[in-house]
């Protein structure tokens, strides 16, 4: 099973800032990578999908990038509804597909 | 516009099942694979399985004997069923659609507004 870690667990950020958040892999996973956004008591969101490409009608201020083992999305500026938990989800070693465990962005 | 409506909250006790359904709206149905992921409160996601348009399944190994995941293409419906039911399968359950028709697997970009299931 590919395990993705995530890091920071928890990250606090300015709205305004610009925010980088990774996931890891334990194996290549090349580009089968997605991001999602979840806010509290939401279903998650899709971002990203083949790590780098935006999901229909997702700002230009997210971006994804990296393959192998090393992802990152960036928020570029951040507004108020971007503080929420992200996951990154692979889909090249499957079954099973696996998650990230969350990075929290919270407003500092 | 496109939707996945899921059936309301369930309660059950140890040992029983549950089933819950997943209905699609504003898109061809049978065009999408619909995956199955579950979170226990204040957890993270974990992938169940899948089932194709033509009920083919894939589960994860965890879940291998317990669960099924079938499809109504006539009514535009999904549905896991999850046997032998502890208190550690308390969670939301959600469906979700790949992105992209005809694809077995990739982001999962419409989602069910999730389904609670408490075993207690």
């Known amino acids: 099973e590919t395990v993705l870690t995530q890091s920071p667990a928890t990250l606090s950020v300015s709205p305004g800032e610009r925010a980088t958040l990774s996931c890891r892999a334990s194996?290549?996973?090349?580009?089968?990578l997605a991001w999602y956004q979840q806010r509290p008591g939401q279903a998650p969101r899709l971002l990203i999908y083949?790590?780098?490409t935006r999901a229909t009608g997702l700002p230009a201020r997210f971006s994804g990038s990296g393959s192998g083992t090393e992802f990152t999305l960036t928020i570029s500026s951040l507004q108020s509804e971007d503080f929420a938990v992200y996951y990154c989800?692979?889909?090249?070693?499957?079954?099973?597909?696996?998650f990230g465990q969350g990075t929290r962005l919270e407003i500092k | 516009q496109v939707q996945l409506v899921q059936s309301g909250a369930e309660g059950r006790r140890p040992g029983a099942s549950v089933k819950v359904s997943c209905k699609a709206s504003?898109?061809?149905?049978?065009?999408?694979?619909m995956h199955w992921v579950r979170q226990a409160p204040g957890q993270g996601l974990e992938w169940m399985g899948r089932?194709?348009?033509?009920?083919?399944?894939q589960y994860a190994q965890k879940f291998q004997g317990r669960v099924t995941m079938t499809r109504d293409t006539s009514i535009s419906t999904a549905y896991m069923e999850l046997s032998r039911l502890t208190s550690g399968d308390t969670a939301v359950y959600f469906c979700?659609?790949?992105?992209?028709?005809?694809?077995?697997?990739?982001?999962?970009?419409?989602w069910g507004q999730g389904t609670m299931v408490t075993v207690s």
């Open positions: 979700a659609r790949v992105w992209e028709p005809a694809t077995m697997v990739n982001g999962l970009d419409v």
């Open positions: 504003g898109y061809s149905f049978s065009d999408y694979y």
């Open positions: 089932v194709n348009p033509d009920n083919g399944t």
């Open positions: 194996q290549s996973v090349g580009s089968h």
């Open positions: 083949g790590a780098s």
């Open positions: 989800q692979q889909y090249y070693n499957w079954p099973p597909v696996t």
